[in-house]
């Protein structure tokens, strides 16, 4: 908490080559920033993907524990280390296996006659009730995928997962995987609701 005060704060002697950015944090990077889910954070111009996240590393050094497997997106799209960040960018950081609750967010994708539709959900979620939304008049089947945590994971017992998500980014990615999935496959109808909190 102590370096969110600071960032948040930092700003009134920023320099004419600092750029300000807006943080976000999920899951076990939320806990290893000191709890914040969001803060700001002055980092030196020009800048890029990988400048600007070793200036976070500096802010918040208990990232380093996590070594290369923290995922960077900006403005809600994954990022590259060479992209170039900008005064007023969102930056967020999560681990790829996540920790933590979300709310709701639900939001249907409406395009050029689809009835597609992508969701997250922290109810439990009926298959039957989701099939039956993409039930196509044109064609004759509907395959479904329903993933669920499994009991046990090379020897090892899981009792529960938690899932955490940038619920904007999260539903922008399914409808691009929705958009891959018409444009490589002869698909009617798509529909892709996920659960986010705790599964037991």
């Given at each position: ?11 009134a ?49 208990e ?78 089947a ?45 698909i ?8 986010t909190?705790?599964?037991?």
């Open positions: 908490m102590q370096h969110g005060q600071q960032s948040e704060h930092g700003t002697g920023e320099s004419p080559g600092q750029i300000r950015v807006r943080l976000l944090f999920f899951g076990a990077a939320r806990d290893a920033a000191g709890g914040s889910d969001e803060t700001q954070l002055s980092v030196n111009a020009p800048a890029t993907v990988a400048s600007a996240f070793a200036e976070v590393l500096d802010a918040y050094p990232l380093r524990r996590f070594g290369r497997s923290l995922l960077v997106a900006v403005n809600q799209e994954y990022a590259s280390p060479d992209e170039a960040v900008r005064d007023g960018d969102e930056m967020a950081v999560f681990p790829p296996v996540s920790g933590g609750s979300e709310e709701t967010e639900k939001k249907k994708e409406e395009e050029e006659g689809s009835h597609d539709f992508f969701e997250l959900t922290i109810e439990p979620i009926d298959v039957g009730t989701v099939a039956r939304r993409v039930v196509p008049r044109k064609c004759g509907t395959v479904t995928l329903d993933g669920y945590a499994r009991e046990w994971t090379k020897g090892r017992r899981t009792l529960h997962l938690v899932y955490d998500a940038y619920a904007p980014m999260a539903v922008a990615e399914m409808r691009r995987l929705g958009r891959e999935a018409h444009k490589r496959f002869d009617e109808h798509i529909g892709i609701v996920h659960r909190g705790r599964t037991d």
